[in-house]
């Protein structure tokens, strides 16, 4: 199986509550019935399959239906998880072109739910998990790239202090703390041991960040299957998954969706081995091109060091997995697929160091 293959397994549909992730339903219905505008039950509750880092949950009532995120329950790690402030780019993001789901009530009370939460509305559409958009005809597919492209590049074009979001990041130096960040994971997880192309990485990166600096609204985790498509035009309705989003570096966001032109489809949703001209989809010199045009540049002088560091950024996060993995607390298929893809990703982030050189 392949791993868009388990991801749209592991991720698509609803199905019961999990017993860890049970809450009092009825304090849910209280609440939205005094908090969110036109709300009328009774309520269904059922659990998506996917929203794996913060429990999601579809809200069913006779009239519509709704989305509610909340942190997990139990001890976590300061600063993780946080759906307040997901609640709140999404709701800054809403008068904007970038296009997000709509945010009906933000919880913060502990007390009616267990942990804070937010409830959003439904958007109904499709996701892809495969870069190379299979149920799409081959002369519309360049389409669903473009709206992805123009997605992004309307996100990057937001002035975060314009929608309240000045204070949402650490404006400068992102590619400097972000570096330090996941070099000090992958040398502190011992279990799952070094790797020479991860080591080459830590000794060049740091050293070798290109000059000059931007700040932008960032999502993180710009992907294909990270979007809600409309059911049958190549526009985007939503956005998803803004756990990761802060200010950063607009062209390290970037760089991250567009290594999807040499992302193997073994590993995430990607276009490596894909005869894109057979299929319809741009090149990455024409998607690289029409960022630039989108966001006012002519190019992108240090493209590959951008490439790097994100497969060295990914990289460093399934080495993480590994070492869960290792010490069994992440037995599933899904990490170990994950796992036992890391010395790839540190290969390809190499490679794209060499090119730089």
């Known amino acids: 199986m392949t791993t868009s293959a388990l991801d749209q397994d592991a991720n698509a549909g609803t199905t019961p509550v999990r017993d860890a992730h ?27 399959k996917g929203g794996q ?14 989305v509610l995120r909340r942190k997990p329950p139990g001890a976590l790690v300061k600063g993780a998880h ?32 267990g942990t804070p939460f937010f409830v959003m509305g439904l958007v109904e559409g499709r996701i892809f998990w495969d870069a ?37 990041g650490r404006p400068g130096n992102y590619f400097a703390r972000q570096i330090a960040r996941w070099t000090k994971q992958y040398e ?26 931007e700040t932008a609204i960032v999502h993180g985790d710009f992907r294909c299957d990270n979007m809600i498509f409309h059911p049958s035009e190549p526009r985007i309705l ?22 999807m032109y040499r992302m193997p489809s073994n590993i995430v949703a990607g276009l490596a ?27 992108i002088p240090d493209y590959d060091f951008y490439v790097a560091f994100n497969f060295f950024r990914l990289a460093a996060i399934f080495h993480g997995i590994k070492g869960r993995v290792i010490r069994g607390t992440a037995a599933s298929e899904h990490a170990r697929v994950r796992a036992e893809s890391f010395p790839r990703l540190a290969r390809l982030a190499r490679e794209a160091m060499e090119t730089c050189r």
Not at 144 to 152: E, H, I, P
Not at 153 to 163: E, Y
Not at 280 to 299: L, N
Request: glycine share 6%.
């Open 82 to 113: 946080d759906v307040l402030r997901e609640a709140r780019v999404l709701t800054a993001l809403a008068d904007t072109p970038v296009p997000v789901a709509p945010i009906h009530g933000v919880c913060a009370d502990d007390a009616v739910i």
């Open 132 to 168: 190379t958009f299979p149920d799409v005809p081959t002369a519309e597919r360049a389409r669903y790239f473009d709206a992805m492209n123009a997605t992004l590049a309307a996100l990057h074009t937001v002035d975060p202090a314009a929608v309240g979001l000045a204070d949402y």
């Open 22 to 48: 049970r809450f009092d339903e009825a304090a849910l219905a209280r609440w939205m019935a005094e908090n969110v505008a036109g709300y009328s039950g009774p309520l269904t509750v059922e659990q998506f």
């Open 188 to 213: 502190e997880d011992a279990d799952a041991g070094r790797d020479p192309d991860m080591d080459a990485l830590v000794a060049w990166l740091p050293a070798n960040v290109p000059a000059g600096d």
């Open 273 to 299: 081995g894909a005869d894109i001209d057979a299929l319809g989809i741009p090149s990455e010199v024409e998607y690289v091109a029409a960022y630039c045009a989108r966001t006012g540049r002519e190019t």
């Open 238 to 259: 939503a956005v998803l998954d803004w756990e990761l989003s802060t200010l950063g570096h607009p062209l390290a966001d970037f760089a991250y969706h567009a290594i």
């Open 53 to 66: 880092s913060n429990p999601t949950y579809r809200l069913s009532t006779p009239d519509r239906a709704y």
